[in-house]
C-alpha cells in the first residue's frame, strides 16, 4: 500500500514551459486535490476533485488544469509555467464525501520556475 | 468567502509549558477540523482531529477544543518537547452545493527551547 505518490520530486522549469505533475493513490480514495504551499502562505487548494470525471476550482486555480479520469489518478497541469508558480506543490486524498476524513498527503514536488 | 485564521504565526515556548494555537473559520456548515504537523521539508502529517458533533478530544499531550457558536478550535499541546518543534496547520471543511473541500490556515511555527 503506498498511498499517495506524487511523481517527479523535483522539477526545473523555463518560463513558459509546459508540464504535468503526476499524483496516484491506492486507496480507493473519492476526493483528491492538489495544494501548493508557499513561505507564510499555508496550503493553499488549487483544485479538487471528488470522483472519477469531477473537477472544481479551490482557492489559487488560475494557471492550472486538473482532469479526473480514474479514480487512482489526478494530474496536475502547468500550461505556461511563470515564476510565480514557483512552489511546493502536494497532492492529498481522502476517503468519503461527508468532509469528516482525514487528507493523506503526498511528498510533494518542488518546482521552480526560472 | 470561505477562509481559516490561524494564530500566532510563530511561537516560541520554554522546554515543558504549553503551547496553544487558535483557528477561526467562516464557513458554520463545516464539520470536521484536522490538525496537521508539518517538519521541515517533510509533508503534513495528521495530528489530531475532531468533529463537530464534539466539543473536546485528548490524545496524550495534545488536545483539540472546538466552540462552533464562536466558529473557533484551538490545539493545546502540553510537557512541550524539543521534537515538538514543527509547523502547525489547521483546516476545516466549508462546503458549496454539498461538496466538502479542506481548507488550511496559514500555519504556526512552534519552537521548543531545550
Known amino acids: 500500500n503506498a498511498g499517495v505518490t506524487q511523481t517527479p520530486k523535483f522539477q526545473v522549469l523555463k518560463t513558459g514551459q509546459s508540464m504535468t505533475l503526476q499524483c496516484a493513490q491506492d486507496?480507493?480514495?473519492?476526493?483528491m486535490s492538489w495544494y501548493r504551499q508557499d513561505p507564510g502562505m499555508g496550503l493553499r487548494l488549487i483544485h479538487y476533485?471528488?470522483?472519477?470525471?469531477?473537477?472544481d476550482q479551490g482557492e489559487v486555480p488560475n494557471g492550472y488544469n486538473v482532469s479526473r479520469s480514474t479514480t487512482e489518478d489526478f494530474p496536475l497541469r502547468l500550461l505556461s509555467a511563470a515564476p510565480s508558480q514557483t512552489s511546493v506543490y502536494f497532492c492529498?486524498?481522502?476517503?468519503?464525501?461527508?468532509?469528516?476524513?482525514?487528507?493523506?498527503f503526498g511528498n510533494g514536488t518542488r518546482l521552480t520556475v526560472t | 468567502g470561505e477562509n481559516v485564521e490561524q494564530h500566532p504565526s510563530t511561537l516560541s515556548v520554554q522546554e515543558g509549558d504549553s503551547a496553544v494555537i487558535k483557528c477561526t473559520y467562516s464557513?458554520?456548515?463545516?464539520?470536521?477540523f484536522p490538525w496537521y504537523k508539518q517538519e521541515l521539508g517533510k509533508r503534513p502529517q495528521l495530528i489530531i482531529d475532531?468533529?463537530?458533533?464534539?466539543g473536546e478530544k485528548k490524545d496524550q499531550r495534545i488536545a483539540v477544543t472546538l466552540n462552533k457558536t464562536a466558529k473557533h478550535f484551538s490545539l493545546h499541546i502540553t510537557e512541550t518537547q524539543p521534537e515538538d518543534s514543527a509547523v502547525y496547520f489547521c483546516?476545516?471543511?466549508?462546503?458549496?452545493?454539498?461538496?466538502?473541500?479542506?481548507?488550511f490556515g496559514t500555519g504556526t511555527r512552534l519552537k521548543v527551547l531545550a
Open positions: 492529498a486524498s481522502s476517503l468519503i464525501l461527508t468532509g469528516d476524513s482525514p487528507l493523506h
Open positions: 486507496m480507493n480514495h473519492e476526493y
Open positions: 476533485s471528488v470522483g472519477a470525471g469531477i473537477t
Open positions: 464557513d458554520s456548515a463545516s464539520n470536521y
Open positions: 475532531i468533529r463537530s458533533n464534539v
Open positions: 483546516a476545516a471543511t466549508p462546503t458549496t452545493s454539498g461538496t466538502y473541500k479542506y481548507i
